[in-house]
């Protein structure tokens, strides 16, 4: 029935036991549980296993070919590194939500079947809201909230294109979707949402710098990557996702040079890189297919890395805003230089891992001769330079001195950093074992002179560009303000159409709240008045129906003559039975 | 080896001869002669599975007259029904050694040795009535023997509380011994009017001829009444509430035989109702699926509310056996492997949870679990014990209680799945399993963590000795055993099952 | 933990224009190895000398560019949607 374990389940059901455990204990065990999941995925099976029926529709939890394994493994890395770096939290809830967070992302990426898929996409949701929750601010809150619509949203997208599918097409596996018809089409929409495909990426901006800053290194790595892989399954060739994918590495680069708090800067840079993979996905070459899964792999890490150390700085200070911060090298060198070796992972300087990476889906595009995207890419690789690699370093260690001296991140902490910026610097300078694990033999050398004077060239220059615009004040400052985004358009009609409908939306809420609250009454009391039913039963058969002799013999009392009670009584009661016997018999012959 | 079965119930009556004509000062030798002679009877009911492996059902004819002849039948069915519940014997035969020991010392403080292995005698004299009862509605294929093992095994417990060992003061006893009674002899009139109706329809009481009833307008009724007798023993609504008396007023060692003695109605209903006359019986299956749900869940909410240790383990059983007849009322082929399978489960589970109750009540000189807690420090090793019963009822895996429901919620989608019905069945099975895990659980931690209650008896507060402790251990072994290589069962469930 | 010292590397502005100065020198030997580079292009104007160089300069400066345009366009002020 089930002869593989899926490590989805690891997490999943491990979550649940966290709250046992104390102390070092649940370091230990906290720790144990990628260690375990790694085991288990090295001894996976190739093709589909784990599967079970489920009223006649199959379900298949553990479908391991290459393009899965990859993303596996990674997955199960970085929720290593990111159990590590958030070893110092007390906050249980947290903990188990990050565990079913990467739970949900493993069982995506394993899932054989679209049922399956749907569950853990939704764990994942869940998962997700519940970290963005576990900041306990009002802000984070309301993000919470406006995070779940989003994503409900795309569930619901989802859930409907699932149901189509499986009703035209009578199964629930699934390889290969393409678009061509209304189904598929709300299975795309679901999946690009989470991917923050333009214009579904509102929420990302919007939530992930107000989660909690270990929950943000779990929310950047584990969403879009996976809905990435699901794409690339799923979807891969696509025109359309190379278009959207093109466009996604650009628009979000002029949000983030103009963006204050440095969480938000990171999170267009995601998008923007998620770009990169989505247009890689929609050539759908065996290099470009490469490319997006070497860059997700890469990409995972570094931008780990990034949301690590940036908040490593709001942990310690308290703050994350461009204006607030600056001079930090002077006491935190270590995560200065974790910060700098993301930087470069995400420009993809040479030596470090986005180099070996990012340039297979550009070659790809080349390849392809897409003209204009290609351009578009370069554009975005320059600009990525521009606000993951100059700015987030520059105006939160170096720029201005803000004045703020605060020691180093806890230990736990810094391994982490340590961990990821090392992958890092290894992948960069020897990319063989990442090469390894890509789905499709790789025939891609990215140490030529060629390429890496090129890429230099368009890095360095972009930091003239960016010198020169310091110098001459040009640059934009930090400011304090809000930027509008797509979500204007359900931020504020939302506002408007919630105060519209605030009457009878607060008439429903009640009466919700009231069933909820009656359905848990009645849970509670239904222990007692079982007891009570209980009790009515007993009196039934052993008074009522007991006392019923007592009764009869009263009635028949008055009857008796001068022989004993008890030869009448039995006499009496022997009568009917006898009358009952003889029915049984004669009637029933 | 000849004879096999009627070994197997004639040596624990040969045993109890024994204990009843052995003159010993020392009561643990009762004991041991009952623990030896089960012993054996496990040996012989090994040996049967292993022929039954290789040679199919074992059909023994014993005539002891014209017409009247002793068949003992041994099959996938009867098997492992007949070898759970004696190596359960074994271990509440061990584990009463200490248990009696306690009992006489709290009821009859001022007996001298003598007396006291006169009760010890006394005990196991009685005790041994049950595995022979039990083997006999096992393996027997006549209907009219099954009729009176079960009579046996109704008056036996029935002098167990009534005559020497029960809780509770003389009167309250008294009518605890007459509700037995009453229903015990309630219920199996019933059959027996529903035999006897058989009976004069095919003229045999063989099970094996059973099948001729079939297609019959009167086949309904008789299959009514021995359903609504067997419907007695097994506790279902509304026809339960003898269940958490009798079994709270026992003595512990006994209780897990009881709960046996209530779930074994179970495969008869599989043995003399389902597989011989399986069209006629499904008109019955879906209100019968129903009753079970209800009092799955009803005794769910009943067991929350208990507060009495015993009391609870027996309202716990009116929801398990529950899940057996659910399963057995989908009348199908996974469905009866299930609950056949869960029905096992489930007495091993129960045992150890009633016999853990029993520890506990004996330690703590209380009933009441609101007053015992913080009893891990003291009684590490009968927490264990209480968890792990409390995994194999909530059916947790790897324990074979997850098999089992697995199994006969599967058995019991097949039936309904045509049917709207079946949203509120996924309802109803996911609110009675988390009510069990809650209640299990619940109490588990309320008596085993916390603070330490100061006890009101005087009596040093530490782990029962081994050989009460010990027997349960092996028995919760075999409980998570059958869950992770539940294979062998399951197959000689499915041979027996195959028909239908 | 023990109070770390301060780095005060980049306070003095003779370490500043160190920093400033290896950059730019950097710059002019990119310029110049490219000249000697053997290039295998995917497209043709890959070829131009320093083409690279220019695009990354071009791009950034007008990234700011269109940057503080969009600025102007959808800055609000920071409790605009509370």
New interface residues.
Partial sequence: MISTLPPAVIFIAGAVFVPIFRGRGKLLYLLALPVIAGMDLVYLPTGQSSATTF?DYSLIFCRVDRLSLAFGYVFVLIAFIGTIYSLHVKDNLQHMAALCYAGGALGVTFSGDLFSLYLFWEIMALASVVLLLARRTEDSRKAAFRYFMWHFFGGLCLLAGIILFVITRGTTEFNYIGLTDSASLMIFIGFCLNAAVFPFHAWLPDAYPRATVTGAVFMSALTTKSAVYILARTFPGNDILLWAGAFMTCFPIFYAVIVNDMRRVLAYSLINQVGFMVCGIGIGSQLAINGVVAHAFCHIIYKALLFMSTGAVLHMTGKIRGTDLGGLYKTMPFTAVCCMVGAASISAFPLFSGFVSKSLTVAAVAESHHVIVWFMLLFASAGVFHHAGIKVPFFVFFGHDSGIRSKEPPINMRIAMGMAAFICIFLGVYPAPLYQILPYPVDFHPYTAFHVVGMLQLLMFGALAFTMLILSGFYPAEQRAVNLDTDWFIRLPGRAFVRFCHKPLQAIAEVATGWAKSTVAAFKS??????E??KR??W???TLLVGLPERVSQVVQPLKTEKSELSWNVTYILIPFILLLLA??FV?? | MPYLLLQTVLVPLAAAMVVMLTRSRKGFLFGGITIASLFYTMVLLVIAGFRLYTEGHIFEQYTLGPDVSLNLLADGLSLPVGLIINLICIALACYSLHYVEHRIDIIYPEADAHTRSLYFKRFFFLYLFFPAGFMGVAFSTNLIAVYLFLELLTIIPLYFIMAQFGYSDYITRYKVAL?CLFWGVAGATLFL?GIV?GY?QIGSFEIADLPKLAGRP?TF?VALLILTGLATKLAII?L???M?WVHAEHPTCIAGLLAIYANIAAYVAVRVLILPLTADMQVFSLPLMILAMVTMV?GG?????QTDAKRFCACSTISQISYSVFGIAAMNQVGVQGGMFYFLSHILGKAILFSTAGILVYTVETRDMRQMGGLWQKMPLTAILWFAAALILSALPPTSGFVGKWFFFTGA?QKV?SNPFGLVLVVAAVLSTLITLIYTFLAGIRIFFGPLKSNPGDHPINDPPLTMSIPLFVLALIAFALGLFPQPILNLLGTAVASL | MRPKKELTFLDSKKNQLRVRTYFYVSLVVLLIVDFFLHKHVHFSWENAPCFYAVYGFVACVSLIFVAKLLRLLVKRRENYYD
Avoid at chain 2, 301 to 305: E, K, Q
């Fill in positions: 009223l239904a222990p007692s008045r079982s007891v039913i209980e039963m007993d039934i058969f052993h049984i018999l029933f012959k | 509700m009017i109706l004069t009167q009724w509304p339960h509430v003898w958490p009803y909410f009943l067991t929350l509310a989608f799945q």
